[in-house]
């Protein structure tokens, strides 16, 4: 169970390498340290490991370690990936060590390179690329790219960015966001329509639970990114004194909640069919806690709005408004705090809802 936790870290050092290669093109003053840099690429060559640790530790014990290490390495999908990631992570710790892509083009575009192939193994070695091939992979890989160019390029200017330098960096940054996020959103579609088709089924299940706090917790997400895109050119352009780099933060976090949820996904039973996962796995405690009693395999979730509902909800909405007013009086903790209060809210509104 807590493979998982290697995960949000791992898409995080994704995010530094890709933000930073973005950066350093378009603001190449900009100054990150290299052992930022380093960290992420080891990081990216170790954690990626732990998907494939899983798999060997589930039938180590009935052949042993050392011929299911071999095995898994050599005949399993994650495996070959695997030794593609490390071999592509090598080489992109010695370009960062010696080859200063801030300074060198060919380095620069060598670490592109590299960063789209170990992007692609991961994509390769993804879930829905064993059940739908190349459609599968395709939209892994990019709505990977995608979260990483958006919310990389973020998270490093949030942290290493000059104040001054944010009007200029906004004026690109903003539509190459709205590019970013056009593509999450279609791929994201494709991978929630192949893995989990029967979405409101699926939240008896962890997966589906998970499922629906990321997707909620993308609401709030959206709120900041619109108001650190253009309400924060006008706050720049009206005073100089203003930082913008607190707020960048505070979505950076809600980036990293979403990366924790995502990893924690990936460790569940996927509901392509939740009738038949129900069968081999049990109903999600805290669907149980909420709706005391059996639940059949073959049992059909239905809206049944009841009063507690409309209570979640209205604090869910209030929530939603608590945040545009932090955002009013600049209060960006205040704002990350009532988004958190909205998807706790309106999770709780959505699981209730339903018997």
């Not at 190349?134 to 892994?140: L, T």
């Not at 160019?149 to 004026?171: K, M, Q, Y």
């Amino acid at each position: 169970m807590w493979y998982w936790l290697a995960e949000p870290p791992l898409y995080l050092c994704f995010a530094i390498i890709t933000g930073w290669l973005l950066l350093v093109r378009f603001v190449p003053s900009i100054a990150i340290p290299r052992k930022v840099l380093l960290l992420s690429a080891i990081g990216i060559s170790v954690l990626a490991f732990f998907p494939v640790l899983r798999i060997v530790m589930f039938f180590a014990e009935d052949i042993g370690f050392g011929l299911t290490f071999r095995n898994v390495m050599m005949q399993f999908t994650e495996g070959k990936a695997y030794l593609w990631t490390l071999l592509f992570g090598v080489l992109l710790i010695l370009i960062i060590c010696f080859g200063e892509p801030e300074k060198n083009d060919k380095a620069w575009i060598s670490s592109v390179i590299l960063i789209t192939a170990l992007m692609a193994a991961q994509g390769w070695s993804s879930h829905v690329a064993s059940l739908y091939e190349w459609i599968g992979f395709a939209s892994h890989t990019l709505h990977f790219y995608a979260v990483s160019v958006w919310a990389g390029t973020l998270l490093v200017a949030g942290w290493f960015l000059p104040s001054s330098r944010w009007a200029s960096f906004l004026s690109w940054f903003h539509p190459m966001a709205i590019l970013s996020m056009s593509v999450i959103f279609a791929s994201g579609f494709i991978l929630t329509v192949s893995v989990a088709p029967e979405y409101v089924q699926s939240w008896m299940l962890p997966y589906g639970q998970a499922l629906l706090i990321k997707h909620l917790l993308i609401i709030p997400l959206l709120c900041f990114a619109f108001f650190n895109g253009w309400w924060m050119k006008r706050k720049i352009a009206n005073d100089r004194t203003f930082e913008p780099r607190g707020w960048a933060k505070k979505e950076g976090a809600l980036v990293l909640l979403i990366y924790s949820v995502t990893g924690f996904m990936n460790q569940q039973a996927a509901p392509h069919n939740v009738s038949e996962t129900l069968r081999e796995n049990p109903v999600s405690p805290v669907f149980r806690f909420l709706h005391p009693g059996n639940f059949e395999p073959d049992h059909m979730l239905q809206f049944t709005i009841q009063p507690m509902s409309w209570l979640f909800l209205a604090f869910a909405l209030l929530s939603l408004l608590l945040m545009v007013q932090s955002f009013r009086r600049h209060t960006g903790f205040g704002a990350f705090l009532s988004g958190i209060l909205f998807v706790i809210a309106a999770f709780a509104a959505a699981l209730i809802s339903v018997s």
